[in-house]
């Protein structure tokens, strides 16, 4: 079964830039694709970005759209998310997650289409 483990959260300043990783165990990973979740205090866990098993295809939140950049190595079994330009509403846990199906046709986007979820990261960003 494969388990993901998230890295490279911590506190930025607004407009600064952080990459987080997610590192997964497995040797199927590659015909998965990952998705990128975020939960803020008191709100639900939502869509961030993700990226389809043969890294052809990616999909991004309105809200992250041209500053947050989801990219995969298979060959190192890790998925990351650059996020630029960071405001103090991308505060949030990122979880990653990988996608219930192999080799979906489309990438996936819905919270129900993953599992496998990590213990998540902490991204503070101060104003």
């Known amino acids: 079964q494969v388990q993901l483990v998230e890295s490279g959260g911590g506190l930025v300043q607004a407009g600064g830039s952080l990459r987080l990783s997610c590192a997964a165990s497995?040797?199927?990973?590659?015909?998965?694709?990952v998705g990128w979740f975020r939960q803020a205090p008191g709100k639900e866990r939502e869509f961030v970005a993700a990226?389809?098993?043969?890294?052809?295809?990616?999909a991004y939140a309105d809200s992250v759209k041209g500053r947050f950049t989801i990219s995969r190595d298979n060959a190192k079994n890790t998925v990351y998310l650059q996020m630029n330009s960071l405001k103090p509403e991308d505060t949030a846990v990122y979880y990653c997650a990988k996608d219930r199906n192999p080799l979906r046709v489309a990438v996936a986007t819905r919270t129900a289409d993953f599992g496998s979820w990590g213990q998540g990261t902490q991204v503070t960003v101060s104003s």
């Open positions: 497995g040797r199927t990973f590659s015909n998965y694709a």
């Open positions: 990226i389809k098993w043969s890294g052809s295809s990616t």
